[in-house]
Nanobody
Framework: VQLQASGGGLVQAGGSRRLSCAAS????????MGWFRQAPGKEREFVAA????????EYADSAKGRFTISRDNAKNTLLLQMIVLEPEDTAVYYC??????????????????WGQGTQVTVSS
């Protein structure tokens, strides 16, 4: 599966942003999907994940209450709605997919496919 993330940009603290990830090349609904992010000088970290049906989601503590992950299997699209953004949210955000996973995972090694990333910069 090929993943193309978009929607990044510059936003003021307290603002919102919606990231999209378009999937192609394979049957989207067969994949567990997720978002990771990486800030300069930091390790790549889990943000959110969603099951194949969209019926179950998981969030990093930093994302709970502010971010919402969703998917549209008919449109082969993964979304991440982010509100009340903070400068600490500044990072490159990656869309990820796993065909093998049977449960949601926060380990980046469990995701076989990664998009190219989209930069989100939150100014204070």
């Amino acid at each position: 599966v090929q993943l193309q993330a978009s929607g990044g940009g510059l936003v003021q603290a307290g603002g919102s942003r919606r990231l999209s990830c378009a999937a192609s090349g394979s049957t989207f609904r067969n994949y567990v999907m997720g978002w990771f992010r990486q800030a300069p000088g930091k390790e790549r970290e889990f943000v959110a994940a969603i099951t194949r049906s969209g019926g179950s989601v998981e969030y990093a503590d930093s994302a709970k209450g502010r971010f919402t992950i969703s998917r549209d299997n008919a449109k082969n699209t993964l979304l991440l709605q982010m509100i009340v953004l903070e400068p600490e949210d500044t990072a490159v955000y990656y869309c990820v997919a796993s065909w093998r996973l049977r449960i949601l995972s926060e380990d980046p090694r469990d995701y076989e496919y990664w998009g190219q990333g989209t930069q989100v910069t939150v100014s204070s």
